[in-house]
């Protein structure tokens, strides 16, 4: 991920807050190198190696590789997620939701955050349990995060109708999915743009906002 992109600053802002050095630290220098390999990675304990970070150090700060794994997912869920938990008075619904897709589109386009689901499906055969705590702390919150604004939206704006906040949630998270994954696949013989994924999250955004806005929005 390039230092000076937007979701990039943000991480290095959340983990600058506080004394979590030697944690912080591991979590960049492995992040760099998954995002160097994000297409090929496969296997936390060679990311460890190539970024030059003792695997005894990883041990004794997360506990173990698979640790390392689930607290790399949940410093990416924090930085997505924080669109959704601020509550301005006078934000407008979509204007949320299109900054939270656009984090979530520049995610899976330049974070390690590929690499990380690519490197979970080796260790979930390997190791009982890192697949559904690795879900819980990515996808899965992500979906529970956007279930609880959409509930919070709905009770302040009288426009919205949302009968199943988390039905609505699971639905814009695979319409986004599906949209961005389009937009991969139309500019598969040319360079990807900031356009084409914008232009991708702002139709998913529309189509959800047609469904439960009952006026002008």
Same mark, same amino acid.
């Given at each position: 991920?390039?230092? &000076?992109?937007?979701?990039?600053?943000?991480?290095?802002?959340?983990t600058n807050v506080g004394t979590n050095g030697p944690r912080d630290f591991i979590i960049q220098k492995v992040a760099e190198v998954l995002c160097e390999e994000r297409a090929t990675a496969t296997n936390i304990e060679t990311a460890v190696a190539k970024a030059g970070v003792d695997r005894d150090e990883v041990k004794a700060t997360?506990?173990?590789?698979?640790g390392l794994i689930l !607290?790399?997912?949940s410093d990416l869920s924090d930085? %997505?997620?924080?669109? %959704? !938990? /601020?509550?301005?008075? &006078?934000?407008?619904?979509?204007d949320v939701l299109i900054e939270f897709g656009n984090r979530l589109a520049n995610s899976y386009s330049f974070s390690h955050l590929i690499a990380l689901y690519r490197i979970v499906l080796t260790e979930a055969t390997r190791h009982s349990g890192v697949g559904r705590e690795f879900f819980e702390r990515g996808p899965g919150? %992500? !979906?529970?995060? %956007?279930a609880q604004y959409l509930e919070y939206a709905a009770g302040r704006f009288n426009e919205l109708r949302i009968n199943n906040p988390k039905c609505v949630a699971d639905n814009f998270l695979s319409l986004l999915g599906d949209n961005l994954e389009l937009s991969d696949a139309m500019t598969a013989?040319?360079?990807?743009?900031?356009? /084409?994924?914008g232009d991708a999250v702002i139709e998913a955004v529309e189509l959800l906002c047609r469904g439960?806005?009952?006026k002008g929005y």
């Open positions: 991920m390039n230092a &000076d992109h937007p979701l990039s600053k943000g991480l290095r802002m959340r997360f506990g173990s590789m698979q !607290e790399m997912v930085a %997505l997620i924080e669109p %959704l !938990e /601020d509550h301005v008075a &006078d934000r407008a619904v979509r919150k %992500l !979906e529970v995060c %956007l013989t040319r360079s990807s743009s900031a356009k /084409d994924r439960i806005v009952t």
